[in-house]
């Protein structure tokens, strides 16, 4: 039987349903919630301070001061540096394919909504800066080579261990030619192009040498065909699969590569591989759908005919979205939070959540509205529908949990990580070794240092979360998920509010 709690979420996201295809949007939503956007976004950001891997920075540019130097030889085992970047998640392990993702966007979201950032705007291009540094150098150390990841996942899960402990190889892996990875190299060619856009004023030589490289990767990524899945093995799967294939990626890169040079070639290219797929999800493994709505802009901005196929695809997705559409295929829970899948769900729904503000604003932008059947979808359907979600992580849930680490009263303290489980080295110089963490692991007490912003993989399908280190679905943070918040979170910081 539902408690109360559960019934009166359920009306409420009732409320949202009816006020979908309204232009008037729900005012219930906002006196509610009334989460504060500015610091769940600054949060948010900050979070990339406890992933990063290499060198760090002295004094107020590294503000999670629990954490230290890791990772220095990254690179050594190929003869190359391979310093920098973020640990994708929970662990130790540099795997690009999803930290590319991250930094598109992260780009994406500077582009889009850096105007609403404020003060955030710098933070959120240092963040681009130190990952987009590394890919370049995965890029540029070998001729002939893509390195795309560093740390064996598989002995690295074995232990439970701090970054600035470990001991274990440092395995690197690469595509090439004779492997290719078509999927990995589009997405490093976006996350360089994206990125470049984000320096063009700031930092123009810096932006130019992201351009130039990205051009060079996509050419790699298309004249050798393949997916990095294939080439690689077990050192990406089951972890980080291409599990689409590599279309979406090239599409992906091609549309982010057109988007900052503005080059026939791309948009040639994309006329020679054709549609997409129909897809009802948007990850870093499937990026068909964020591929239909940045190239909408062309469609509605500039009038361009060629790119009307791409609209109907991106409207088309929000259908499949939209909980009142004849052609939803999305799950809610009672809760209101849309539910994809059961591994780290919050991805799925930060993600699309990106896309739903970003259509939403582009709709705005050209006083636009589409149909899904008989439904009229209004800019206001999107946004309250992204709202909803935004309220939902930061706490306008069943559980009355906030899944961002360090926002609100009440958050989940046993989050699958080890830097954030594990004893700071200020407080414990001393080395823990690999399985001697493990007591830390298990431990039943909350994680003795706080990775603000951590978003963390999110509850079931019940709305249900058991804050319980060992249940990585649910309580591991992700630099995905906090990648595709960031821009709606500053969507809403800037007042965009139904």
Known sequence: MSSPTTLSFFSLFICVLISLGSTIGNVQLVQAGNPNYRDALAKSILFFHGQRSGKLPSGAPQQMTWRSNSGLSDGRLAQVDLTGGYYDAGDNVKFNLPMAFTTTMLSWGALEYGEKMGPQLASTQEAIRWSATYLLKC?????????????????????????????????????????????????????????SMVFRKVDPKYSVLLLSTAKKVFQFAIQYRGAYSDSLGSAVCPFYCSYSGFKDELM???????????????????????????????????????????????????????????????????????????????????GGLIYKLPGSNLQYVTSITFLLTTYSKLMSSTKHTFNCGNLVVTPSALSSLAKRQVDYILGENPKRMSYMVGYGANYPKRIHHRGSSLPSLSTHPQRIGCDAGFQFFYSSNPNPNILVGAVVGGPDQNDGFPDDRNDYSHSEPATYINGALVGPLAYFAGGNLN
């Not at 740390?151 to 492997?179: F, I, L």
């Not at 054709?274 to 901005?301: E, H, Q």
Request: a negative charge; hydrophobic letters at 35%.
């Open 139 to 195: 890029a540029t150390a070998t001729p002939g080579k893509l390195y795309v990841g560093v740390g064996d996942p598989n002995a690295d899960h074995k232990c439970w261990v701090r970054p600035e402990d470990m001991d274990q190889a440092r395995t690197v892996y690469s595509v090439s030619s004779n492997n290719p990875g078509s999927d990995v190299a589009g997405e490093t060619a976006a996350a360089l192009a994206a990125a």
């Open 252 to 334: 992906w890169g091609a549309a982010w590569l057109l988007t900052a040079t503005n080059d026939a070639f791309y948009s040639n290219f994309l006329n020679s591989i054709g549609g997409g797929d129909s897809p009802d999800i948007f990850s870093w493994d499937n990026k068909f759908a964020g591929a239909y709505v940045l190239l909408s802009r062309k469609a509605m901005l500039s009038n361009d005919k060629k790119f009307d196929s791409y609209k109907q695809q991106a409207e088309q997705f929000m259908c499949r979205i939209l909980p009142n559409s004849p052609s939803s295929s999305t799950q809610y829970t009672q």
